[in-house]
């Protein structure tokens, strides 16, 4: 038993599943998952249990190494009827929720002088990634590219455009210490019954430590994030990416 994290990470990886995938399907966090296979966190008997049928194996099976059976996780479980829900990582793109964020947002903030169209690209950034890392949920679920600048949403001139049109907001050129602003005042209120308590304590969050930053500030603090760091200019940035944040970036209480 003093290296059974390292045999579960080996039967895992044999499997096929991600970190993620196993942690759902054994019912615990990724990161607990994680210290299980670092042997950083004992198993306990429900976890053998559960592991033991997850890769079709007897618990002596899966202690030892000898005489170690062929594992068909994969297709054994597209048979079972229940078959676990699995993160996903693909953003799921609400458009009506990201209107409703921005209205919110707007709202709250949107008057001070420094909150432009970059600020706002940067705050929807943390909201829905800081929500990712905290909850393995999406809030919006919108598609972040990598730019020179930072993380720029590709759904946000849709959703604005629709916006002015409806004329829920307006769109408003101006100056910030002598440098081009575009700036968007909301015309109504947000319908809050479209998010939920834990949303806005996410969104307020991210309004109450970053919301009096500039362009360049909050820019410069987005370029320090692991996931803007580890995507390609220009390219996607992976929602996976946030439980490999740095302490001062991470949402995360340390015991989850």
Known sequence: MSNIGGRIAKLREKAGLTQEQLSKMIGVKRITLSKIENNERKLHSD????LSEIFNMTIDQLINSDNEPEINILREKKKMKDKPK???NIP???LEKCKQVL???LNKVGSKPNIGETVIYKLLYFVDFNYYEKYEEQLIGAEYIKNHYGPTPIEFKKVIEQMIIDNEIVKVKSEHFNYPQTKYLPLIRPDLSV????ELEMINSVLNK?????ATEISDYSHND??????NKGER????SVFYRTPDYSVREDNE
């Open 195 to 198: 998010l939920t308590g834990r």
């Open 237 to 240: 940035i992976e929602y996976e």
């Open 103 to 105: 209205l919110y947002i």
């Open 92 to 94: 799921q793109k609400n």
């Open 47 to 50: 976890d053998l249990v559960k």
């Open 226 to 231: 692991v996931p803007w760091l580890t995507a």
């Open 210 to 214: 970053l919301s009096d930053m500039n």
């Open 86 to 88: 699995l993160r996903i």
